[in-house]
């Protein structure tokens, strides 16, 4: 019962972060670049749930997103899947207790994001690729991210740790005696 509670607040924070995404920071841009909430918030699943987990919310919200503002339905929901591995992946091999490891993660799972979707979309849509344009939306979209991470940082912890007790019962470190 817990966990369809908490799958429920999961999907409370995906509208709550498109209404950040679509409606807040389309205001505070850097050199007209926003920040990929969607990427942080994959990420953060991937990493405190499960992998089941991880990447059944990034198909779905990657699905939602294209379908709400995509040029192209698939790609995002391909790349945010990636994501929901990656933090699957970040959460067996590294310490979420970091927040220099926490940064990392999240500038490579950006890059990750992005690089996927550009170079996908360029195949479908046949556009000529501007790499030097690109690295700079790129690195620009890295800072806001780590940003906005390490500003939310004691949030998604303090988060992550209820969905890790609620998805992981073997984590010593999260386990109440």
């Known amino acids: 019962m817990r966990k369809i509670w908490v799958i429920s ?4 924070v995906f509208f709550l972060i498109y209404f950040l995404q679509v409606d807040i920071f389309s205001s505070f841009t850097i050199f007209g670049i926003k920040p990929n909430l969607f ?3 994959i990420l953060f ?3 405190f749930a499960n992998q089941t987990l991880g990447i059944s919310f990034g198909v779905l919200c990657g699905l939602m997103i294209d379908l709400l503002y995509g040029k192209t339905i698939g790609t995002t929901s391909i790349m945010l899947c990636v994501i929901g591995y990656l933090g699957s992946y970040f959460d067996k091999n590294f310490s979420k207790e970091n927040k220099i490891t926490i940064i990392f993660m999240v500038i490579g799972s950006t890059i990750i994001f992005e690089l996927g979707v550009y ?3 360029s195949i479908i849509l046949q556009f000529e690729r501007e790499y030097l344009y690109f690295i700079k939306i790129i690195l620009i979209e890295c800072l806001y991210n780590v940003l906005l991470s390490i500003i939310l940082y004691p949030l998604i912890q303090k988060t992550g740790y209820i969905i890790d007790r609620c998805f992981k019962k073997n984590n010593i470190l999260t386990r109440y005696f």
Request: no cysteine; proline share 0%; net charge neutral.
């Open 119 to 121: 170079f996908i979309n």
């Open 9 to 12: 607040g999961l999907i409370l």
């Open 39 to 41: 990427v942080i918030y």
């Open 45 to 47: 699943i991937g990493l």
